[in-house]
């Protein structure tokens, strides 16, 4: 069952919505078994959106926009992407028959050996559902700018998440939490990049509680990339730098979403560096089993800064949202790994090596 049919009643859709699924949703809430120990945390979650039907939540969102474009009439589809929201886009188009034309910035003038503008695995998911991808020269929030600019002029549906329906399909995942927990937890603690998703699971807490679904309401816990921090800093980032590309944003097209989010449920938002998140990538994956992406270890590096400052309550429930999979950028983490042992040999020199 994909998002819609489970949670139809909370969603805008209705009889002449069109059926659109690809069993989205529904993920793992995986209880830690060691991190949380290690940090002292009696009750700590990892709700693992990596195993969405394309690697991210961005799916959640995406089927009910695209339901709603197909119910509207629309034909083509399009987004401005650091490769996730074109990777899910593209695969729901597929599924429904409509054009989709992906723009991804083509991070021209980038310096050698900085980061790849988009993940390799997920421009290959865009190419192999069949998207018309365009490189356009500069960077996410021009290309943002720029689809935005097109789609009020010509028939094409925009699907960022500027797409109110986007919002609506993403707030099912607290809906999950909380049906999951049996209320909301304490800290939802989640990374923040367009800032839709924090938007999305604010209302989702928000309308649960006022569905007397939940008996209270999350602290929003929002982790930014220090190089891609406009809303820690208070100002857009003209070059927004950092190794996890999801939220390597500049200007969050729902920047009003998420300090909303954080003033209304007493939370907040603070950046963390690379390095913090490569070594809690490491940390999720080695000592969890839970591989994610960089941008998705950027809150549980958050959440290992405020334990240390002694900033969360210990017996609090804590949800931190991994919200792609490892599996989408393996350069990023390959780096920061030792690599193979490379052996010409038997099982007594392998023996050897390993040290056994
Ligand atoms: C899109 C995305 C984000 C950022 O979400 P926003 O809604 O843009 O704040 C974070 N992590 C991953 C894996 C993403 O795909």
Redesign the pocket.
């Known amino acids: 069952m994909g998002v819609i049919a489970r949670y139809r009643e909370h969603l805008p859709v209705g009889p002449a919505t069109p059926e659109v699924d690809l069993n989205e949703g529904s993920t793992p809430l995986v209880a830690s078994r060691n991190i949380g120990r290690a940090l002292g945390l009696k009750h700590l979650y990892f709700k693992y959106?990596?195993l969405n039907p394309t690697g991210?939540?961005?799916d959640r969102g995406m089927v009910v926009a695209v339901a709603k474009a197909l119910e509207g009439g629309s034909r083509v589809l399009i987004c401005a992407s650091?490769?996730?929201?074109s990777a899910s886009m593209a695969a729901y188009a597929a599924r429904t028959g409509v054009r989709a034309i992906v723009v991804v910035p083509s991070g021209a003038g980038r310096a050698q050996g900085a980061p790849p503008e988009i993940a390799l695995n997920k421009l290959s998911q865009a190419l192999m559902y069949g998207a018309k991808v365009v490189a356009l020269k500069g960077n996410f929030d021009f290309a943002l700018e720029t689809v935005r600019d097109l789609t009020s002029h010509y028939p094409v549906a925009l699907m960022n998440?500027v797409n109110p329906h986007r919002i609506a399909g993403?707030k099912t995942a607290a809906f999950e939490i909380v049906d999951e927990l049996g209320d909301a937890p304490d800290y939802l603690v989640?990374?923040?990049?367009?800032?839709?998703?924090?938007?999305?699971y604010w209302k989702g807490f928000r309308e649960y509680h006022a569905a007397g679904r939940a008996t209270r309401l999350p602290r929003m816990v929002?982790a930014q990339a220090e190089g891609a921090a406009p809303i820690v800093t208070g100002s857009p980032v003209a070059n927004p730098k950092t190794l996890?590309s999801?939220?390597r944003?500049g200007n969050?097209?729902?920047w009003e979403g998420?300090t909303s989010a954080r003033d209304e449920s007493g939370g907040l938002i603070a950046a963390v560096t690379d390095t913090e998140i490569i070594s809690a990538q490491i940390r999720l994956a080695s000592s969890e089993g839970l591989f994610?992406?960089p941008?998705?270890a950027?809150p549980l590096a958050l959440l290992f800064r405020l334990v240390r400052d002694g900033k969360i309550d210990r017996d609090a429930v804590t949800v931190v949202v991994l919200?792609?999979?490892g599996l989408?950028d393996p350069e990023a983490a390959l780096k920061n790994v030792e690599p193979p042992i490379e052996l010409d040999g038997d099982a007594r020199t392998l023996a050897k090596v390993l040290k056994l």
């Open positions: 959106e990596g991210s939540f961005k650091t490769g996730n929201t998440s993403q989640l990374p923040v990049g367009n800032a839709g998703n924090i938007t999305a929002g996890a999801a939220i944003i969050p097209a729902s998420a994610a992406e941008a998705s950027a919200t792609g999979s989408k």
